[in-house]
C-alpha cells in the first residue's frame, strides 16, 4: 500500500499534527487487513519533522507491530534528513 503523505499537507510539523495524522491513516485510509510493506510517498511535501514521522510512524506501529516501512521520493533535503535521523536515532 502507498500513502500520500501530502494528503496531511506540504509542511508536516509537530508532534500533535504527527499523532493526528497517524489516527487518521489508521481509521480512514488504512485496509483492516494492512500487512507486508507500507510506502510512505513524501512527494510535493515541503517541509518534514523529525517529531511529525516520528508520531506518525508511532501510530502506524501500534496499529500494526512489524509492518515494514519503505519512504519513496525522499530527495527533498527537508525530509531526507529527517528520515536519516530518525534511522540513526532508532537504529
Excluded: C, H
Amino acid at each position: 500500500m502507498i500513502l500520500q503523505a501530502q494528503k496531511f499537507g506540504k509542511i508536516l510539523s509537530s508532534r500533535p499534527a504527527g499523532r493526528e495524522a497517524g489516527l487518521v491513516a489508521k481509521s480512514y485510509l488504512l485496509p483492516a487487513d494492512l500487512a507486508g510493506e507500507f510506502v510512505i510517498d513524501f512527494e510535493e511535501v515541503a517541509v518534514l519533522s523529525p517529531s511529525w514521522l516520528d508520531e506518525f510512524i508511532q501510530e502506524i506501529n501500534n496499529y500494526r507491530p512489524g509492518l515494514k516501512i519503505k519512504y519513496i521520493n525522499t530527495a527533498n533535503p527537508s525530509v531526507n534528513a529527517t528520515i536519516e535521523m530518525l534511522k540513526e536515532i532508532k537504529g
